[in-house]
């Protein structure tokens, strides 16, 4: 049974750092694009039925893609021999609380795999 299982949320003030990481279990960890997603939980939301947004990924080739509004603050990188995917996350602000999901998929096999997610707060 595939498993995404992330850790490294937890509650950090504005300007302050977090990192996230996402172990996969039962993958071929280098045939799948890593990606995390984001989440605002429904007591923060400020646009209703927000779905979840892409924050940044990175292919089994080690290419990254950014969302604009994490540029400059966040970095993806992945460990192959780990199985592990890391979200490096800087200068965080109020607007980056939610609920950071780990993705893998590879669509030419039709593979797609989530994660349960890791609660993000930021708060002064």
């Known amino acids: 049974q595939v498993q995404l299982v992330e850790s490294g949320g937890g509650l950090v003030q504005p300007g302050e750092s977090l990192r996230l990481s996402c172990a996969a279990k039962?993958?071929?960890?280098?045939?799948?694009?890593m990606g995390w997603y984001r989440q605002v939980p429904d007591w923060y939301r400020q646009v209703p039925d927000k779905?979840?947004?892409?924050?940044?990924?990175?292919?089994?080739?080690?290419?990254?893609n950014y969302a604009d509004f994490v540029k400059g603050r966040f970095t993806i990188s992945r460990d192959n021999p780990k199985n592990t995917v890391y979200l490096q996350m800087d200068s965080l602000q109020h607007e980056d609380t939610a609920v950071y999901y780990c993705?893998?998929?590879?669509?030419?096999?039709?593979?797609?795999?989530w994660g349960q997610g890791t609660q993000v707060t930021v708060s002064s």
């Open positions: 993705r893998a998929h590879r669509n030419a096999i039709g593979r797609d795999y």
């Open positions: 039962n993958i071929i960890f280098n045939w799948y694009t």
């Open positions: 779905q979840r947004e892409l924050v940044a990924n990175v292919t089994s080739g080690g290419t990254t």
